[in-house]
Every structure is written in C-alpha cells, then in structure tokens.
T-cell receptor, first 112, second 113 residues
Framework: AQSVTQLGSHVSVSEGALVLLRCNYS??????LFWYVQYPNQGLQLLLK??????LVKGINGFEAEFKKSETSFHLTKPSAHMSDAAEYFC??????????FGTGTRLTIIP | DTGVSQDPRHKITKRGQNVTFRCDPI?????LYWYRQTLGQGPEFLTY????????KSRLLSDRFSAERPKGSFSTLEIQRTEQGDSAMYLC???????????FGPGTRLLVL
C-alpha cells in the first residue's frame, strides 16, 4: 500500500537557520509528490511538486525539495528561515490514482 | 480565477442534525475532491468527481454522507444525523486533469455538540 511518512510532528528552528522537514514515501509505482503549507484556519497552499522531471524542485517562498528514489525521500528545505514560515507543512503523494495521500504534518516554529 | 471557495467557513450543529456544505471549484477544472482533516492529522480523501460523475468513494464516507455535483460545477457534501466524531475540517479541492495539482479551498470547520 502506498503511504507518506513525515518524521517529526514539531520542528523548531531559529530565524535565519536552515529549515529541513522530512518526508518519506512508500509506493510500488512512480509517485508524484507535493508539499503543501497550511496556516491556521486556512486551506492548503501548494509549495512545490515533483512530477518525474527534475529531481530538485524549486517552489515558492524560497523552499525547495529533492526527490531521492534510492532513499524514497522528498525532504523540504529552505536555507534561511523567516518568521512568516511558521505554519504546518504537509507532504502528499499521488500514486497513480486520483487521490492525494497525506502525511500527518509537521508544525514548524520559528524562534526569534 | 478566484480560486476554490467553500461555504460556510464554520458550522456548529447539535448531534443528530443534518448539515450541508458547498464547494465552488476553479471554473475550468473538471475534477473536484472532498477531504476530511481532523485535529493533528493530514487530510484524508473522501470522494471525487469528474464533471458530474462521482467516480470514487472512500470507506470513510459512511451511509450518512452524500455528495453531489449536479451540473459538473459546484458540489455539495451533506452529512445526515451528525455525530460528534464528524467534527473536523472539510476541505474541497479541484484540478484540471488526472494527477495535476489539486488546489484547495479554505475549508469548512464543523463542530458537532
């Protein structure tokens, strides 16, 4: 069965520090992978997506993610955290069907 | 393009009552999805439509839930005889095509007392 796992339900980083949010997937078919961000009481906003083209994907707000098939990973990074990055981040996969399968989310806190 | 909209944004109801939510997708998108998100969890797929046809339903969608998309445009999700366990955020998304990006609405937060 296909699944998405996010390691770390809470991550805290200092303002200006590197942000690293981890996502691993399990799939028997080539996946399409997504990172979404959710601010309090709002819907999900797409940060970036991987669709089998370039393995390093650049998204909005300075975020990027690298698809590593050998590690079944799609970790999200940002070189320098900003206070406005504080939110919940969801990794999601599309595994050859219509629906998205989400991880449980990582809440990112930025320390001033 | 005004994005996906949902109405209402918040709904408080008493156990046993019926509720209905509406979703208006991005106009040129023929696929529409419903997800449910409970506190501390990621969204879970409920059902999806291609145009007016409901093509897949999750096992999460009990007999008390029904969804429609009568003219292939907006969709409604009805919950009959609500239970406290139905309390959640109900998210709607739309996409242009198979495996294309799903764009989400702001959600409807339901609280069943």
């Amino acid at each position: 069965a296909q699944s998405v796992t996010q390691l770390g339900s809470h991550v805290s980083v200092s303002e200006g520090a590197l942000v690293l949010l981890r996502c691993n997937y399990s799939s028997s078919v080539p996946p399409y992978l997504f990172w979404y961000v959710q601010y309090p009481n709002q819907g999900l906003q797409l940060l970036l997506k991987y669709t089998s083209a370039a393995t390093l994907v650049k998204g909005i707000n300075g975020f990027e993610a690298e698809f590593k098939k050998s590690e079944t990973s799609f970790h999200l990074t940002k070189p320098s955290a900003h206070m406005s990055d504080a939110a919940e981040y969801f990794c999601a996969g599309n595994f050859g069907n219509e629906k998205l399968t989400f991880g449980t989310g990582t809440r990112l806190t930025i320390i001033p | 393009d005004t994005g996906v909209s949902q109405d209402p944004r918040h709904k408080i109801t008493k156990r046993g009552q019926n509720v209905t939510f509406r979703c208006d997708p991005i106009s040129e998108h023929n696929r529409l999805y419903w997800y449910r998100q409970t506190l501390g969890q990621g969204p879970e797929f409920l059902t999806y439509f291609q145009n007016e046809a409901q093509l897949e339903k999750s096992r999460l969608l009990s007999d008390r839930f029904s969804a429609e998309r009568p003219k292939g445009s907006f969709s409604t999700l009805e919950i009959q005889r609500t239970e406290q366990g139905d309390s959640a955020m109900y998210l709607c998304a739309s996409s242009f095509s198979f495996q294309e990006t799903q764009y989400f609405g702001p959600g409807t937060r339901l609280l069943v007392l």
